[in-house]
């Protein structure tokens, strides 16, 4: 037990006065300044979620709210988390929000996240890690200060259930790592089965499939924690009763019963009859550890809500498939492939029917038993609907007296659009009347930012493509400058300094080196998921790199000479399909910790994944034997390795992701081409850590400006980087040499 808040300093967000001045001069913006941003620390926000909903965490009775920021810790190689809470009453008057806590991760776990009120209205449980330690529950008194760890379980907790009281709560772990060199393998050898992963074999440690394991937990105040026999599965999606007794909670399902096909067909047929694991709810006792279906059929993996009645007698659930039993012919068809939203008896399973459709629940007003639903996708502004139960029937009803916006006495909101930094305000739902709560980066304002703007070109196969265009500060139009292409998404709302995400990518750091940035979004048709694990799916993706070289080329805005790319995750494969099958002239490139489709990932992979064997086989034309040979070494990047003519910096951030990236490097090591890779053991594949992040990120910078624009960083402390990179340039000028030479002869 802690009896005191830890605050370990650092500058904290602020709150812009009326007379804040500017400085006549301004930096250019750094990775660094990307690393010490002040962003929302909410995790889903951060993977690029709307932060509709997830800027604050309002008390009970609505009186107070909190806010959880995050920023890195350059110098400490950690990330800064802080609790705010407000005063919701005097929100409007520009009050200093109070500095409840700050914990510092240095792992890559997030230091403060879930945090929930409970009843009182003055306790906060939350999940915490500080400096290396495990995550665990913690609650927070936010009168007394008065800090308390709930539980203190040997692995990470991943996340937790409780009730209004704190009583009792229910805990995720993850499993422990099981070392392979044990005893009798010592004396009889390790037994490979087809589960596992060639890098646990290598690192003599099984963490095959450890995401979908886990150990569940009911701990009781003042009494040690029972573990719960649901091992595999986990909190996806979980829901406890208020009475504690029960936990409502998503689990997989592997051997998808025959009575679900109907179901469950058209998302199999969306994976080619792959073998796959569908969600499905369970209700278990918290008391003995009992466990059944709650509902026979399976949920949808695209999204679903569950909401417990007050009493605890009853549970909602949205977005769930009805039991097939009892049905047969067309009915049963029918039944099958449409979800709902239904209600549940507890404990005696009793089910009726709510709603038909993909609805996402709004709200529950327990004082008219009114269930009010909105489309999933609308975004907040969809018509909305209201259901009661009349009689034993759940039926439509007009919907009375319910404004969208008074839900909160305020609202509090993060805003921010391609050229702002985000800042937190908040809003009179009644008066529309806006203040700003908290400037989340005021040392922005001493930062030299290059301006984005969306655009749209044409592929070089015809379609339209929607992007972002990052230009360098004082940029002089007719100039030409050398481009860098990001891929992997783009967001007109979103304020990104990065790119959609941390690893690899730098957009404001690499404008204010001079470069164009182009950052590559999805098409307004979206076709672009007709395209996805087909044939069609990387030369797709290429044409719009293509596209966005012409369009920039067409404008008058850059030397085509001088164009990099970026690849990362799944864009990688695409990335690496344009090394080896484009046309265009990459003069520099990047592939970070992603998939490739290629032969030797497919290999690694083959023998427990079989999603990326479907997929591999899918986008190269069948499987790499036989017949579906000839295929692969048209169309696979494996066996087009030696038409490279681009250097190319990979980055490996696992023991895993280095032994799929390996036949790349080693092959284009072999060809006598320029190639670097950068291992990070202990990375996440977004990245976390601060100094993974200048690995990745400033390397990058460094990369470009190096190969696009043939100047280095004077910091003494590169010098062996750039002596690496010069014997790559000599590689690079040799081959360019001998293709010349190549070319000259056979004309």
Request: contains cysteine; charged residues 20%.
């Amino acid at each position: 037990m802690l009896s005191s808040v830890q605050s370990f300093g650092g500058e904290r967000p602020q709150l812009v006065r009326p007379n804040a001045t500017l400085q006549d001069t301004k930096s250019p913006v750094t990775v660094a300044d990307s690393i010490r941003m002040t962003r929302l620390a909410d995790p889903w926000y951060l993977l690029g979620a709307s932060s509709e909903g997830r800027v604050a965490e309002f008390s009970p009775d609505g009186t107070q709210f909190t806010v959880v920021l995050r920023k890195g810790l350059l110098e400490q190689n950690a990330n800064e988390y802080s609790l705010y809470l407000c005063q919701t009453a005097n929100a409007f008057e520009s009050p200093e929000p109070t500095l409840l806590l700050t914990f510092i991760s240095s792992s890559n776990r997030p230091a403060i996240s879930d945090v929930k009120w409970l009843d009182d209205n003055e306790t906060l449980m939350f999940l915490g890690a500080q400096s290396g330690g495990l995550r665990q529950v913690y609650t927070l008194n936010t009168s007394s200060k008065k800090i308390t760890k709930v539980t203190d379980f040997q692995t990470d907790v991943r996340s937790y259930e409780t009730t209004k009281i704190g009583d009792p709560v229910v805990v995720e772990t993850e499993p422990p790592v099981v070392k392979l060199l044990t005893t009798p393998a010592k004396r009889d050898g390790i037994i490979v089965g087809t589960s596992q992963l060639l890098a646990d074999l290598v690192l003599l440690e099984d963490r095959s499939d450890t995401i979908a394991k886990s150990q569940v937990s009911v701990k009781c105040k003042g009494s040690a924690p029972v573990e719960l026999d649901l091992v595999k599965g986990g909190l996806f999606s979980s829901s406890l009763s208020p009475d504690g007794k029960y936990l409502v909670t998503l689990t997989r399902t592997e051997n998808i019963p025959d009575s679900w096909k109907p179901g469950a067909e058209p998302i199999l047929r969306g994976l080619d009859g792959a073998p796959v694991w569908m969600p499905q709810y369970t209700l278990i006792s918290t008391k003995t550890g009992a466990k059944q279906p709650l509902i026979d059929a399976p949920a949808s993996p695209f999204g679903s809500e569950i909401v417990w009645s007050s009493d605890s007698r009853s549970v909602i659930v949205t977005n769930v498939h009805l039991p097939c039993s009892g049905y047969q012919g067309s009915r049963r068809q029918s039944e099958d492939s449409e979800t709902y939203v239904v209600a549940i008896g507890i404990p005696g399973l009793e089910l009726s029917k709510v709603a038909k459709g993909d609805l996402k629940l709004v709200k529950l007003e327990e004082n008219t038993k009114t269930l009010i639903f909105e489309p999933r996708n609308s975004g907040g502004d969809g018509e909305r609907l209201a259901y009661q139960k009349v009689k034993e029937a759940w039926k439509q009803v007009p919907l009375v007296n319910f404004d969208r916006t008074r839900t909160k006495q305020v609202r509090v909101e993060l805003d921010e659009d391609l050229n702002t930094p985000p800042k937190i305000f908040v809003v009179d739902p009644d008066s529309k009347r806006k203040s700003l709560l908290l400037d989340l980066n005021p040392q922005f304002r001493q930062l030299n930012f290059g301006t984005v703007e969306a655009v749209t070109w044409q592929a070089t196969d015809g379609h339209i493509v929607q992007g972002g265009l990052y230009r360098p500060p004082n940029y002089e139009p007719g100039k030409r400058y050398p481009a860098v292409i990001q891929t992997h998404g783009f967001n007109s709302s979103r304020f990104w300094i990065d790119g959609p995400w941390t690893t690899a990518f730098a957009a404001q750091a690499l404008a204010a080196e001079g470069f164009l940035v182009l950052q590559v979004g999805s098409s307004p048709d979206g076709q672009d998921a007709t395209y996805a694990i087909t044939t069609q799916e990387a030369p797709r993706q290429m044409a719009a790199y293509e596209g966005g070289i012409d369009y920039l080329d067409r404008i008058g805005a850059i030397d085509r000479d001088r164009v990099g790319i970026i690849g990362f995750s799944m864009t990688c494969y695409h990335v690496k399909y344009a090394l080896t099958h484009s046309k265009y002239k990459f003069a520099a490139a990047v592939v970070a910790d992603g998939t490739d489709a290629g032969y030797f990932q497919y290999i690694l992979l083959g023998v427990n994944d079989s999603q990326t064997v479907m997929e591999a086989e899918k986008v190269n034309g069948g499987p790499p034997f036989g017949d579906g040979l000839s295929s692969w070494i048209k169309r696979s990047v494996s066996f087009q390795i030696d038409k490279v003519q681009t250097p190319l910096r990979i980055q490996a951030l696992s023991p895993f992701s280095v032994m799929g990236e390996w036949d790349w490097f080693a092959a284009m090591s072999l060809l006598k081409k320029p190639v670097e890779m950068i291992y990070l053991p202990e990375a996440e594949h977004i990245l976390e850590k601060p100094w993974e992040r200048m690995v990745s990120q400033q390397g990058d910078v460094d990369w470009f400006v190096f190969w696009l624009k043939g100047e280095e960083d004077p910091d003494p402390t590169k010098a062996e980087q750039y002596a690496r990179w010069h014997e790559l340039r000599r590689l690079q000028q040799q081959n360019s040499t001998k293709s010349q030479a190549g070319s000259a002869a056979m004309h």
